[in-house]
T-cell receptor, first 114, second 113 residues
C-alpha cells in the first residue's frame, strides 16, 4: 500500500480484556517500530523489529505487552489483561532499515480501556 | 526522564512571519535529530533532519539549526502558512539508543491569517 496501515483505528476494551492491534508496514521496509502516545505527550518507544527479528523490546512497559512480526511484514501488538493506564494511541512506523532512515508512521490505533 | 524537551506547548504566529520552534536535549550521545509534524487524528510525518556533524540543514521553507554546545536545536519556518498549523515534535537518536527515537512532548503551532 501507499503508507503504513493500522487497524482498528479505535478500540474500546473493558479492563482485563486482551486486545490485538495490527500494523501493515510499507512494502519493502525492513524495520518496524511500535510507539505509545499518551494524551499530551510525545510518542514513546515500545519495540523494534528488523525483518522478523525483535531486536529491541526495552520500551515495553510490562510483560502484558507482546509484539510479533512472524513473516517480517505485518506486525501485531498484543496487550493482555488491559488496564486503564494502557489507554493511549499506539503508533506503528516503518523504515528502510538504515539507522537514520526517516520513520513513516501510520495513523495509529486509539485504545480506550474502561 | 525526558531527554528531549520542548518547553513551549504552543505558539501562535501570523501568516507570512517566521515561526521558530525550539528543542533542548540532555543526552550528549544523541547524534541525529529530526522534526515531525502531526495533524489531528493522523500519524506524525517526517519534516526535516540534521546530523550532528552539521549545524544547519535547509529544505524549502524549513530550516533546522543545531547548537551542539548548548544541546539545542530549532526549526524555522519562513514564511509561515495556515497549512503549517499542526503539532511539531522534535526527536533524537544516538548510538547508545539504537534505532529508537526519543521524542519531545510537542509544540502546537497556530498560523493565523
Amino acid at each position: 500500500g501507499a503508507g503504513v496501515s493500522q487497524s482498528p483505528r479505535y478500540k474500546v476494551a473493558k479492563r482485563g480484556q486482551d486486545v490485538a492491534l495490527r500494523c501493515d508496514p510499507i512494502s519493502g521496509h525492513v524495520s518496524l517500530f511500535w510507539y505509545q502516545q499518551a494524551l499530551g505527550q510525545g510518542p514513546e518507544f515500545l519495540t523494534y523489529f528488523q525483518n522478523e527479528a525483535q531486536l529491541d523490546k526495552s520500551g515495553l512497559p510490562s510483560d502484558r505487552f507482546f509484539a510479533e512480526r512472524p513473516e517480517g511484514s505485518v506486525s501485531t501488538l498484543k496487550i493482555q489483561r488491559t488496564q486503564q493506564e494502557d489507554s493511549a494511541v499506539y503508533l506503528c512506523a516503518s523504515s528502510f532499515g538504515q539507522r537514520n532512515s526517516p520513520l513513516h508512521f501510520g495513523n495509529g490505533t486509539r485504545l480506550t480501556v474502561t | 526522564d525526558q531527554q528531549v524537551k520542548q518547553n513551549s506547548p504552543s505558539l501562535s504566529v501570523q501568516e507570512g512571519r517566521i515561526s521558530i520552534l525550539n528543542c533542548d536535549y540532555t543526552n550528549s550521545m544523541f547524534d541525529y535529530f529530526l522534526w515531525y509534524k502531526k495533524y489531528p487524528a493522523e500519524g506524525p510525518t517526517f519534516l526535516i533532519s540534521i546530523s550532528s556533524i552539521k549545524d544547519k540543514n535547509e529544505d524549502g521553507r524549513f530550516t533546522v539549526f543545531l547548537n551542539k554546545s548548548a544541546k539545542h536545536l530549532s526549526l524555522h519556518i519562513v514564511p509561515s502558512q495556515p497549512g503549517d498549523s499542526a503539532v511539531y515534535f522534535c526527536a533524537a537518536s544516538g548510538w547508545n539508543s539504537g534505532y529508537a527515537l526519543n521524542f519531545g512532548k510537542g509544540t502546537s503551532l497556530l498560523v493565523t491569517p
